[in-house]
Nanobody
Framework: QVQLVESGGGLVQPGGSLRLSCAASGSILSINAMGWYRQAPGKQRDLVARIWLSGTTNYADSVKGRFTISRDNAKNTVYLQMNSLKFEDTAVYYC???????????????????WGQGTQVTVSS
């Protein structure tokens, strides 16, 4: 079964840095896009950053210049380097895989979307 396992969350001071990792495991052929979303208390889940196979990225305006997303296709892993963290960055961060393709006998190549369990990032002085 496909699973997304996240790591790297925790408590950090304003202005500090944190690096999140998310590794997808299973019989995976490819992943079209991998990204990070976050959800603060009382708010909806919003896109933070996303990266495609080509290397093309997009970021939420609130994190541009501070966060950097990258991926290692050989390891099916996506990273989020977070610098200059602010109080407003406090949220649960979720890893997402879009268009993850796995081969199923009798069905062929099947795409689907997957979510990680979420990891807490708290920015506090």
């Amino acid at each position: 079964q496909v699973q997304l396992v996240e790591s790297g969350g925790g408590l950090v001071q304003p202005g500090g840095s944190l690096r999140l990792s998310c590794a997808a495991s299973g019989s995976i052929l490819s992943i079209n896009a991998m990204g990070w979303y976050r959800q603060a208390p009382g708010k909806q889940r919003d896109l933070v950053a996303r990266i495609w196979l080509s290397g093309t990225t997009n970021y939420a305006d609130s994190v541009k210049g501070r966060f950097t997303i990258s991926r290692d296709n050989a390891k099916n892993t996506v990273y989020l380097q977070m610098n200059s963290l602010k109080f407003e960055d406090t949220a649960v961060y979720y890893c997402n895989a879009e268009g993850l393709i796995t081969y199923i006998s009798g069905r062929g190549y099947v795409p689907n979307d997957y979510w990680g369990q979420g990891t807490q990032v708290t920015v506090s002085s």
